[in-house]
């Protein structure tokens, strides 16, 4: 691999000025800091943030970044990594993005809206020195949490990390998927309507594909008719239940429970019930699902689980001060059994 | 009002000791402390901490301290502190005590809990040199947030501050319960059972309080069979609901919507439906109330607008650099028209 004496050699610089430029530092002119920048790209050359974090003090601080502190998830990851912090000596700095408070839902694929509320946050983190930093999701999908050349150890949390260099924690979607609908395949079903999460996100497809996985494996063929969109809402998800309803399903797989709620919505306004009339499952398991009448059988998501493995992962790291293995961790979602499907066998 | 001097010559200690022991510095014998805080106490002594304040630089910045982030009431108001100190000039930095998540529900009587979290973080507050703290209670209680002779300026949210010198900024209760008892009298409801919170607690005094003063001004007697206790929980509400239909109510009024969930549970075991055969209303306005069929009608709490007005106030006394004048602010509750509540007249 390329040293940093390589590329000060190459583009006819000092090796202070790679330097600088690779820890961001001003004073250096904008062409120069290109060129630089374009021969560390193609040499793969990677800075050893390890070898200067040995030489710098450690704080024994951790930062942690939530995208938004108000979405249902986010909470309770942040007091799990919090607690498995505090228990491993490792105080905590906690910043919040507000993406959704700021941008609704408009910013998931607006990379620049991200980097305008995460640049400032990550220079405070730096300016707080600190040993590592734990980056949480507020949905799953590929997010551009650390530039490549970041010094610091850093992990993406319920969303998987665009550079290679970070560890990701996330659900097991696939598993998730595929376990809900062998649930309903095990009690006899075998019209099985799925209704989808938004198109194209991560949640959706993998879920989707162990929605498949099931089925084959149980010798049901899949039938694309029986798969509808819901877009992760309680409207849409009434009307492809009504789809659904006409195409002769026994059970509809939502894949969240908001979704489950429109089928709820739908049964309700034609007289029916849940359970008995129509078996409906839901993903997610929120407060809700409790409450409804039947109580929804569900996918609990193990947020305190996926924050502990997430702490437990980025706090070995900097313990140890070289980079180990980046990974995605895969947390296998649980089954709560209650009161909305009914067993035909 | 004393100063500094009398308080020294009165103690035969000089100003500085005085001025060492008010600021929480050691070096001075436990029992010289004892004696000019007495001192400082029976005189009234208030130290002129924005006298110091603008001596000191400005950080431009303002500190959150969260109970319990997980807490539902917690992250919309902190959400509303950061936009507002955003847009005002000030950066916020957040630290979360996770009472609840260490303690469950056994810490609300045990200050000594509560300190044990809290000092570290007001320690750490204060060596960022934050202008002022945002206290954000998890449940509305008084709170022994600042200590006495605490020289930042300080707001408790969604709760009272213990001491005088500080602002809180609570909903009106009292005015909750007032308006939604009489939302129900001028719906010709005139047995209108109340299942309330635990005991002793400001949410449940308070709104009993607006009860009762509805009921006497519709010309209803109070009634002490029809208040009914439910300790926040969706069992005992069931329980109570019981009690309440042998009394022959047409409406029952929950405290909030956990124990309108269990009152729900009770009409459906006996095979009746909320609406028409009992109206039903809560407080709080929980994401599961339009989750519940019908819909549930009940009190929105804004905890925006708590957010809001609390930065406000914060950032007012910090801007302005003097003391003003401690007030308790209460925000009113907005009540949400659903499905539960049927017209008797």
Known sequence: MAT??????????????????LNGKPKVSEATRE??????????????????????QKTNIIGIIAEDLNEFSTTPIVEAI???????????ILMNLRMYYKWGDTWYDDDAKLQEQLKPVISEMLSVKVDGIAYVAGHCRVVNAFPENFRVPGIVVYGLSKSPRFSSVVIDDERGGYE????????????????????????????????????VEAGIPVCEELIRPGAWTRELAGMSADELMKAGVTAIFCMNDVMAGGVYDYLSEKGLEAGSDLSVVGYDNRIFAEYLK???????????????QAARELVMTVDKEEPGNPR?????????????????R
């Open 4 to 21: 940093l004496k390589d590329i000060a050699r190459e583009c006819g610089v000092s090796v202070a000025t790679v330097s600088n430029i």
């Open 35 to 56: 060129r630089v920048l374009a021969v560390v790209e193609r040499t793969g050359y990677r800075p050893n943030f390890f070898a200067q974090g040995m030489r710098k």
């Open 82 to 92: 919090m607690d498995y912090c505090e228990n491993h000596g490792y105080r905590t």
């Open 180 to 215: 809900m609908t062998r649930y309903l395949c095990d009690r006899g079903h075998r019209r099985i309507g799925l209704i989808c999460g938004e198109e194209g996100n991560i949640h959706t497809t993998k879920r989707l594909a162990g929605y498949k996985r099931a089925l």
């Open 294 to 308: 039947p109580k929804l059988t569900t996918d609990e998501i193990p947020f305190g689980a996926i924050g502990y």
């Open 328 to 344: 995605i961790i895969e947390i296998p979602c649980d089954i709560r059994v209650r009161d909305s499907v009914s067993d035909l």
